[in-house]
């Protein structure tokens, strides 16, 4: 028998959606040292990206160091928060960019409640062309 999940509690939501607009706000200033404190500091943190594949928390910091700051503006759509308990959630959306015409962005991060607070340990991001009939 398995024990019920609650999934979607109103409060962990609220705190996961903070500190996902927490990290979509370091992302397009560039702010490399609250992007490096959203990941979790482990060498199993993962961030697959549109051109890398990045394992432990070391090689996605050294990426966010090297990484341009510029052309990262883009426009968030479809964004879907879930939690599982209180300590388990996903982010997924969907993300356009005036630098990419004609694609279409997708995130997933994979969120933990630490004793430090909520953190990713896995990451997915990726870019394809704009399905047909897509907004």
Known sequence: MSARMDIDISDVVAEVTAAFERYE???VCNDVAT????FH???RTIRYGAGENL???EEIAAFRQARSPKGLARTLARTVITT?????AVASTLFRRDSSPGRIGRQMQTWVRFATGWRIVAAHVSMIDMPPGAP
């Open 84 to 88: 599982y308990g209180r300590d388990f």
């Open 55 to 57: 394992h432990g928390h």
């Open 41 to 43: 500091v482990d060498a």
């Open 35 to 38: 992007l490096d404190a959203l």
């Open 25 to 27: 706000q370091a992302l």
